[in-house]
């Protein structure tokens, strides 16, 4: 049991792979009001927007809720990530309404 539990921690702390971590380590990084005063919709929009995405994207707090805790959620986005999005809403393909 303590085996399992020490390789999850260690998938954890590790990651996927460094090489993708270090892409993103020389970027800047936006909040959802920065971006929003980017592009002009509300912070709430945006972070609708990045949802589904994971590449680009750091997320700090508790993504867990129940009946009585609601969840606190810092985002934090990439100069790649924010330009991705804005091609891909330039382009049409809006991320809230594409079916998965």
Do not use: C
Not at 75 to 87: D, G, K, L, Q
């Amino acid at each position: 049991m303590r085996a399992a539990i020490r390789q999850r921690i260690d998938a954890a702390r590790f990651g996927p792979s460094t090489e993708t971590q270090l892409e993103a380590v020389g970027e800047e990084y936006f909040t959802p009001e920065e971006v929003g005063a980017r592009l002009k919709p509300h912070p709430d929009t945006i972070k609708d927007l990045f949802k589904n995405e994971t590449k680009g994207i750091i997320r700090l707090g508790n993504n867990i809720t129940n009946q009585y805790k609601r969840r606190y959620v810092t985002e934090r986005y990439t100069a790649s990530a924010v330009a991705r999005m804005e091609r891909r809403l330039r382009s049409g393909d809006d991320p809230r309404y594409s079916k998965h």
